[in-house]
């Protein structure tokens, strides 16, 4: 067999990526598998056994979840990052992360390659090779599912099942579920299979993580959330006593409380990188518990024409995420301008959550533009009602106008 | 007493307004009050019987309802009209539509002036007083809250109700709430009193309209929605049998389910058109259903590079409509705009509430941008995988050009 | 020889796709040649010679001049295109225009194939294939330039040279300038060769078509061009007498008078659609004199607040024509609202055009927005002065108050 | 007389602030006058002496030529800001530098009152009281222009002449233009008076400061201009030798060249902060000639998708200068913005300026995007043309698609 250098796969542990680690040997490649713990549920060691065993030269597993959260999150929370209003990019912030993974691996064996499992339709080949282009020009990506030689070898499971069996790649024991499934600390999305019809409604048990609201607690359920500049700084629950500060621990108590309540989950259809519309299914509870705290507390703290250029900002930060810019000139830009916004946004949200629902309860910030002096209907404050008068008039004149014009052009 | 001419007067029956039309007889005026039904719990004849009672030279009760919905609700709907990512605008789209009954009756009795109750740190006051200007830029409004030979008589409520009793005008018997309300067919809305303090939770008792959703029915209720070129069309709920397809029937409907299961309550800060921050609670059942089901069909109809241009003009149509822009040129521009946009959202949305969540189930159109072949993980359909190569590796010569630069910047 | 079936051929006359006519014969193709007059200076005739004799089983030459200046011109005017704050579009305008004539034969000859001998770096190659797939989805488009076969084949000039040679194609005459040149009614682009240097000066003797403004005559020009709704009705030159109303009549006088005083010329680096920066060269005489004109108009009769989002949709739409779009649902968006915001720029401007400058020296509109009395310094009009005071206080609320928090920040 | 307390008058040695300082006097105020050298031609000491002898408590001369172009000029020049396409905003820039002024001086003499003899049509009362309210929200400012008992007082020019010499106060010896102008070492602006007619051409004898093009030199001549991250950094003229390196060399170096050869007259017509349309004729020689060397260094530079968002930002940026803005959050937030993108623009520009043109000639870097190799057409390079079939058919998808639905719907 030639050695063609050395590949490093990002491995999941399950069938596509065992037969590509088998046939990249074939083709002459070295593999180091690597496996990116992000929260996933996961058997790493025996995922590691598995890649050994299939010949991999080396099996690398990296624990990626406070970088995941602290580094990918974190920016995510600060620019309300939300795709086409409703996508909370659980997967697209992943994909970066175990980019870097995949990098540093490369960089440290000398290889030249990166492969990775995605499909070809997909967004994820998108932001692995962007992101493998971008931090490191020179790698070359081998996606068998973009290689033809791969996949008419492969035009279905039948093909690779059999693949499997010629070649001792372990068989999964459990049937796959009729959609597929990624799954990391963030979220668990779904797509594919039934519910590539987005007439067929997603059956109640396909959700992994979020409890049922109908099932969930009869009770509501408060926790406080601070921030200091936009970023989390901290989470109490009602009940537990005890304040948490650790962005990893952070991160799992607004998971966990979120899971519990059943909150986040959301059906959609979206528009993928390549312009395609695709249904998705998603679970996200402890982002979507801080997404809304943010927003929250955001409208206190923020400047009404900053944020209108933020929001302009957090979109198309939005957009660059779900199309693998991450390592971009033009999301280095947004994400620095959006941090430039948010520091002023410092203070604390408390929600209740019950059965799906967040509902903010109040906010509070040590400094903030909320002055409820000038708001408030029974002390006139510094504020002089008559100076209305002027302001309403002089905007009018522009309004009478175009009444004017209107009315002349209507006569002509 | 002169007669300076005729005023029509946006009357409410409440207090304030009472104390009004009297103190505008007082100035010399002839006061028409104009009662607008827009669905609020009101006894207009009482009212009626209360002005005339005052003073008034007429009392106009008009029935705006159906306009409401129609032209102002729908526009919304269309538009996917929310303010600052929360507001869903239930007072900003009433008050234009206030203002074209005003001017109709203002017209028909040649009256010169306007007058209304909206206070001067409030927006209420800019909706009415730019529509007015705007519809007929000739009138002249009487705004006495802003009048300071009004507002320095009256500094606090007690000289008010001093005031009210030197002239027979009927206290309020019920102790008023210690928030001020606004109430139409799309919403109620508090403002005001202890609310002023971000930091105090809204009591559970001050919703009057949608139940609370822990009281709200244990059962999920389905209902399913159609659209046409972005209009609502018809609605049919689970367990009613009939689809009703009138629009003001429609409208009701998602409020009694919207309502019926605790849909639609929103806490929150905003920012008035007048610069200050302050704290307002919603409750808006019907509007709510309706914006999911609509967001939830365009996704699925109208193309992805179009619907980011429609969302930027969505977002100025929303600021304008908040800052009482609805008769202005960029009002104009932006809903023929979003008109032109929706002419491909047409199908139907079938959604489930269940004790404050709407969750999306399904949607279906008959024609859409929706390729179930071309999405579909198991068909190639027309679309060739190796072909993404291609668009990454072009799309990514940016990217390591910019590589290439940085490092470049790093090492001067 | 097989019979793959027919192709038609973008021809140009040129060496380039007079190989690509022989090789597509080669490859078992027939080949119709397709011609399109756009204003270029060609000998037609001469060229359909020289494609029949090279095998083309049928050429066809079509006038597209008339369609290129209302269709496509017009709609540039009417948005003031111009991509990167510089380039006027004179090519990617071309493209789609000579695109519909292709399709057209295409569909008339029942072929299944188009093809063009665009490179595969430049932005010719995606307009010419995006028109053709979105006119026409199950069109196939032979790309020669991107083909390894060809370009692997034909690596360098000399290779080309050689297989004209071979196949008695004729070469060219004149020694080729050491750029590369498009030519259309619209502009002249020159790039490559040696400007691809950005630091290397256009020498003065690349302008085939203005004059150098050094040249140019000693006394300034007037002319008047007027608008209907935003599209040029008429043009008057000074000394000429007559008024031309002609649409090709009129882009051809611009033409005239532009290219006589040295206007419109511009060197710049731009981006390409496929990411990479490029120089270009460009005289653009009539176009220029039209959107100094037409901008000048505009902003005499449209709202201050619609203007500001039509220059966002103009700029989106410029990039669009940049990026191949033209026949895209985004596209078909922002052409129809520029089209509804321009209903009010009907007017006429004059210009003074003298060695490169262009000069507004008055407007007029018989309608607009424009209001003399109400701008007038002595005359006070419906304009009461002390209302700006009101506007001015209540606007600085919101600066007060971030004073405020700042003053507040410094001192935490 | 009773002392209501100090004024800080902004002086301009005028009859109209000279009038003022008068009548703040009758009112019972000190006055100190301000007078700020921003360039502009003015025999300081003479108006000194005269605001001496009409009273002044003390006359403050402020040289702010190096401050006006080192943090206001050349933050124009790196955010390429420019009004409505065609506004350079000379005097918008120019206000809350003296605003600055102003502000130290009220601070240093404890005054409570700052004044200023703008008028209430125009912008300038807006720039001058934002400022002072947001560097300084306890300062009063005293509008006579916008005070009826002095505008009533002084209906027009005959009134305020019989005053002046009532008091003393000189009047102009030479015959008032008729149109008003402002001027600063940034630009001269000309409105009111017979422009207010945007029918009636600026008279050739208008412009007082750049040569009228036809007049002159007839040699072209050449200049480059050198930036540092977006901000000039030097200036060396052809024929002069010597490079320029100090701020305010570098900006009087433009402008004495700029003027030299009629480089930057605009006749346009604006829209006011009050929503006013209105005519405005400037000369700006030495920043149109910085702004086409910036613009074309950036597009060198620069990756394209940040260019859009700086884009987007400069537009904002320009309003919000304009609306008298400087001292605002939003404005803070766009600068930052801006200078972060900025920070690859290093690099020269050289110029050739000829009657009224700036000519690009070339441009350099020492580090850029713009990479010869890859964009040449006669190298490879790193770039496979096959791939472009794969970006532009991954592309096509979604057009594709969009002809589909559009041949359904036609046929619905």
């Not at 890649?51 to 974190?74: C, M, N, P, S, Y």
């Not at 002027?390 to 309004?399: D, E, T």
Request: proline share 6%.
């Amino acid at each position: 067999m030639s050695d063609k250098g050395t590949v490093i796969l990002a491995y999941s542990g399950g069938l596509d990526t065992s037969c590509i680690l088998v046939w990249l040997r074939e083709q002459g490649y070295q593999v180091v598998a690597f496996m990116s713990n992000l929260g996933q549920d996961e058997d790493f060691e025996e995922a590691k056994k598995k890649a050994t065993k299939l010949g991999a030269k080396e099996v690398v597993i990296e624990d990626q979840r406070k970088e995941l959260v602290e580094e990918f999150v974190w920016p995510a929370v600060s620019g309300d990052l939300i795709y086409e209003g409703r996508y909370l990019l659980g997967t697209a912030l992943a994909r970066p992360c175990i980019v870097r993974g995949l990098i540093r691996v490369a960089r440290r064996v000398g290889a030249g390659f990166i492969s990775h499992g995605a499909t070809g339709k997909g967004n994820d080949q998108i932001r692995f090779e962007f992101g493998c282009y971008a931090l490191c020009p020179d790698i070359q990506v081998i996606s068998p599912w973009k290689d033809p030689s791969f996949y008419h070898r492969f035009p279905g499971r039948p093909e690779l099942f059999e693949y499997a069996r010629q070649h001792d790649i372990p068989l999964p024991i459990t049937p796959k579920a009729p959609w597929s499934i990624d799954a990391n600390l963030i979220h668990i999305s779904y797509e594919s299979g039934i519910l590539e019809d987005p007439a067929t409604p997603a059956p109640p048990h396909l959700y992994l993580w979020t409890t049922d609201p109908e099932k969930a607690p009869q009770q509501a359920q408060q926790l406080t959330i601070a921030f200091r500049e936009g970023v989390p700084y901290s989470v109490s629950v009602e009940g537990e006593g005890t304040t948490v500060h650790d962005p990893l621990e952070i991160f799992d108590t607004c998971n966990r409380i979120g899971a519990k309540h059943g909150v986040g989950r959301a059906d959609l259809v979206e528009n993928r990188c390549v312009g395609i519309k695709s249904r998705g299914v998603y679970e996200t509870p402890g982002l979507s518990l801080l997404r809304s705290a943010h927003m929250d507390l955001e409208s206190l703290c923020m400047d009404r024409e900053v944020k209108k250029m933020k929001d302009y900002l957090s979109t198309r930060m939005a957009q660059q995420v779900y199309n693998g810019l991450w390592y971009s000139p033009e999301f280095e830009f947004t994400r620095s301008c959006v941090q430039k916004a948010e520091n002023v946004v410092t203070g604390s949200v408390q929600l209740s959550v019950y059965k799906g629902n967040v509902f903010v309860v109040k906010r509070e910030a040590p400094i903030s533009l909320y002055n409820q002096e000038l708001v408030s209907m029974d002390v006139q404050g510094e504020y002089e009602p008559i100076d209305a008068s002027g302001f309403i008039r002089i905007n009018a004149v522009r309004l009478k106008e175009y009444q004017r014009v209107k009315t002349l052009m209507e006569h002509k």
